[in-house]
């Protein structure tokens, strides 16, 4: 009972069921595969040259030149009226003055930031608070309990207050450590610090303060007044594009001019003072941060992730695991590979899609893992439920089928559940002379049984030879069809060969029971050709593949007149008229078997054929015809004639024959009388 829960097609939904509700738990797993997937997209991006920031950096011409860090700070203040010289922008300073210049630079280094439109530094710090410089904001709700929090932060030395803007240079790695956000507010308590790359707006557009919306998912949206809003998640962060690269001078030149109009970022790049950070793009200087957040900002173009996308995502993932259920269940393997396939394909697409065309970050990598698990165990299932079920008809047909047969029933076992319509040839045999060898037994019921199984044997192996299937054994009486369920276009001469076979088996099955000193056995089969009915029939507890027809049951009646004729073989005028050409025939009568109104020819078959056969047979039609015309005294003559025809074996019919003649002699029959012979027992 567990075995048909657990591989029944439905318990896939279980499985889907879990792998949403993991989904909803969002592991840590899932949250990396997510932004790795993420990382890809942005990857996707050409890189240009930024056209609004250019880059100073202090690097190794700079150490040689001013010599090792920290410079006198008025190296730096000569450097900040250079680029004001050369007609720059706003100058950023993501680097922390929170100390003095033990050299005595601090007074010229103030002077050079006072009204220069320059922006220094500040840092949130676990370790301590002072020198801060808050700045203000314009509130909409409530965006406080959304912003990140430090507990404390640690800003320039007082005389530095003097700068035109002091902002945040704190990073916000993801789980994985990649940074991919960054915060534009952040909070110590109730008061709210800008992050330097929007400081630089700030002081770019002479405003006091920032505005801030909130709704009850959290923040909404930013702004610098006068300047377009920013659209944030709900904890004021924004995806950074990465898709920017730099004009870059080194800080040791005396020609800025190439900067003109631009914002300009000071940072280091000297061997052990540049700090780095990793990117989707890969290892970058930290004040890479900051130009891109302001490259991001001024774009206009920021990546969105909207609040509801998770579930939306969990929701797709939940319906593809529904629909490859379904498919996996009632489809073909080709179709079910082709469509995996397009699902797979039509995911990756359409993230790529609203990244390049919406800048609209969906994550598919959830979908993409509930259509893989889903699939390999519903077709896991699948393949369990067939090998149950082949194994199942293996079982049930081994001894019934050839092994052809078996491996075709294997492979579409719908030709047993769906049942089919088809023309058939069918043979019934039967054991001939079984009493005296049953009672050669005595009480030996195990050897008897021995001898009846090798019995079913001999007529069994020609029928499974020919790739015929057997239906049933019923006691000593055997019943198997050619057409069914394998395809043979010609049946009717399969099963009147096999017939022949299966005597033939009889006849070596004797030789080595009479060498044992038991009698020996006959076997009588009747072949008949029509339309049957198969499938699987019975109850639903006990059902076994069978056939059904109008067909079925006349074979089965010419079979049991082969003893009445004195025939082991008889064959019905359909697979007569099929094989004609064939096989060597004698006509045996026209009979209408018990409970039928019209009469059939039937056949007899003979093998080992003579030459000086054909003329008896002729002698043997034209008999029939003195019988139809009701000459039976020239009939009996022709009778009495072919006894020793055919290598006799045909006396039994033909002493049958006399007696038919004798009888019909006593009849009054009408002169239109068509000759068919009335069956009154089965």
Not at 580 to 587: G, R, T, V
Request: hydrophobic letters at 40%.
């Amino acid at each position: 009972m567990i075995k048909k829960i657990f591989t029944h097609w439905t318990f896939a939904f279980v499985t889907l069921f879990f792998v949403t509700y993991l989904g909803y738990t969002n592991p840590q797993i899932k949250e990396i595969l997510k932004l790795k997937s993420f990382d890809l997209l942005f990857q996707s991006e050409e890189q240009t040259i930024s056209p609004n920031i250019g880059v100073v950096t202090i690097d190794e011409a700079s150490i040689e030149k001013y010599g090792q860090w920290p410079w006198k700070r008025d190296v730096l203040a000569d450097l900040i009226y250079k680029l004001r010289e050369s007609g720059v922008g706003i100058i950023m300073m993501p680097i922390l003055f929170s100390e003095p210049d033990r050299l005595g630079g601090d007074e010229v280094f103030a002077q050079s930031l006072q009204g220069m439109g320059v922006v220094i530094a500040q840092v949130g710090t676990t370790q301590t608070n002072k020198n801060t410089v808050p700045r203000g904001i314009a509130k909409i709700g409530d965006p406080l309990p959304w912003l990140f929090e430090w507990p404390g932060m640690l800003g320039p030395i007082p005389d530095l207050h003097v700068a035109d803007g002091v902002g945040v240079i704190n990073t916000a790695p993801e789980i994985d450590g990649v940074v991919r956000r960054v915060p534009l507010i952040m909070r110590i308590g109730d008061e709210t610090y800008p992050a330097m790359a929007i400081e630089v707006i700030r002081v770019a557009t002479g405003q006091p303060s920032y505005q801030i919306k909130a709704g009850p998912a959290g923040v909404e949206a930013m702004r610098v007044p006068g300047f377009s809003p920013i659209k944030t998640d709900s904890n004021a962060r924004i995806w950074l594009r990465w898709n920017k690269k730099y004009d870059t001078i080194s800080a040791s030149s005396n020609d800025f001019s190439q900067f003109a109009g631009r914002t300009v970022i000071i940072g280091m790049t000297a061997e052990g003072l540049g700090g780095i950070i990793a990117t989707p793009t890969g290892e970058q200087y930290d004040y890479m941060l900051s130009a891109s957040t302001l490259d991001t900002v001024l774009s206009g173009e920021s990546v969105q992730r909207h609040n509801l996308s998770g579930f939306l995502e969990m929701l797709a993932g939940f319906l593809v695991g529904l629909s490859v259920i379904v498919l996996v269940r009632f489809s073909p393997y080709w179709l079910i590979g082709l469509s995996i396939l397009s699902l797979y394909g039509a995911s990756v697409y359409t993230s790529y899609y609203f990244f390049s065309n919406k800048l609209l970050l969906v994550d598919v990598t959830w979908i993409i893992i509930t259509l893989t698990i889903i699939t390999m165990h519903s077709v896991f299932n699948r393949f369990i439920q067939e090998f149950f079920e082949k194994q199942k008809i293996k079982k049930q047909f081994a001894g019934y089928a050839s092994p052809t047969v078996v491996k075709m029933l294997q492979e579409n076992p719908s030709l047993i559940k769906d049942g089919t319509k088809r023309e058939i040839s069918i043979c019934f045999s039967d054991l001939r002379g079984f009493t005296p060898l049953g009672e050669s037994f005595g009480d030996d019921v195990k050897g008897l049984t021995k001898l009846m199984n090798g019995y079913m044997d001999a007529i069994t192996q020609p029928v499974l030879d020919a790739d015929g299937m057997i239906i049933k054994y019923i006691g000593d009486a055997s019943m198997h069809v050619h057409n069914a369920p394998n395809d043979d276009p010609e049946h009717p001469k399969s099963a009147v060969q096999t017939g022949l076979n299966m005597l033939k088996s009889v006849e070596k099955f004797n030789e080595i029971i009479t060498s044992e000193g038991r009698p020996p056995i006959g076997m009588g089969a009747g072949i008949n050709t029509g339309l049957g009915y198969l499938g699987e029939m019975g109850s639903t507890k006990r059902h076994s593949y069978d056939v059904l027809g109008d067909a079925v049951s006349t074979a089965a009646r010419i079979e049991s007149k082969c003893k009445e004729y004195g025939c082991l073989l008889l064959v019905g005028e359909n697979t007569y008229d099929a094989t004609s050409n064939d096989f060597f025939y004698l006509k045996i009568d026209e009979l209408a078997v018990k409970g039928k109104s019209v009469g059939i020819r039937i056949y007899t078959v003979l093998d080992d054929v003579k030459d000086n056969w054909y003329e008896a047979q002729k002698e043997h039609n034209k008999m029939h015809e003195l019988y139809h015309n009701q000459k039976f005294n020239d009939a009996i003559k022709l009778c009495n004639k072919l006894m020793t025809e055919f290598d006799k074996k045909m006396i039994n019919y033909y002493e049958m024959w006399i007696e038919r003649c004798e009888y019909m002699k006593t009849q009054k029959l009408p002169k239109d009388w068509n000759g068919v012979f009335i069956a009154t027992t089965k």
